[in-house]
C-alpha cells in the first residue's frame, strides 16, 4: 500500500495505482496538459471507494509507503487505462530534459 498525498491530505491506495497516478501526472505536466481521473482508493475503514484528482503541471502530489495489509486490490483496468492516457498525452520527458536543449532548438 501506498498514500498519495495531494493537497495535503494523505489517501491510501494500492502500491500499483500510486505508481500509475504518479507517472501519469508526470506525463501531463512535461506536456502541459490536465485531466481529472477517478482515483479507487479505500477510506478510513479500509472500505473501497473513489477519490476525483485533478492532476496536471500545477499538481503537488507526492507518494510515500503506507502499512502493508490486506487492502490490496486488482486495479489492472484502472492502471492500465491511464497508462494509454499518458500515451495518447504525449511524451514522457524527465523534468530536467530542457537542461541541455539549446535555445534554437525547434523540439523545444
Given amino acids: 500500500m501506498k498514500y498519495i498525498h495531494y493537497n495535503g491530505q494523505p489517501t491510501m491506495v494500492a502500491d500499483d495505482v500510486a505508481d ?3 507517472e501519469y501526472a508526470a506525463v501531463l ?11 479507487p482508493t479505500f477510506d478510513e475503514t479500509g ?3 473513489v477519490e476525483t ?6 499538481s503537488q502530489i ?3 509507503p503506507a502499512p502493508e495489509d490486506e487492502l490490496e486490490d486488482d ?3 484502472f492502471v ?7 500515451a495518447a498525452a504525449g511524451p514522457a520527458r524527465p ?11 525547434p523540439k523545444r
Avoid at 484528482?53 to 500545477?58: D, F, N, Q, R, T
Fill in 29 to 39: 505536466g512535461s506536456n502541459n496538459r490536465t485531466d481529472t481521473i477517478d482515483v
Fill in 95 to 105: 523534468v530536467h530534459e530542457d537542461r541541455n536543449v539549446s535555445a534554437s532548438d
Fill in 80 to 86: 492500465q487505462h491511464l497508462r494509454e492516457l499518458a
Fill in 75 to 77: 486495479h489492472e483496468g
Fill in 53 to 58: 484528482l485533478l492532476v496536471g503541471p500545477a
Fill in 20 to 22: 500509475a497516478v504518479i
Fill in 62 to 64: 507526492t507518494i510515500s
Fill in 47 to 49: 472500505q473501497p471507494a
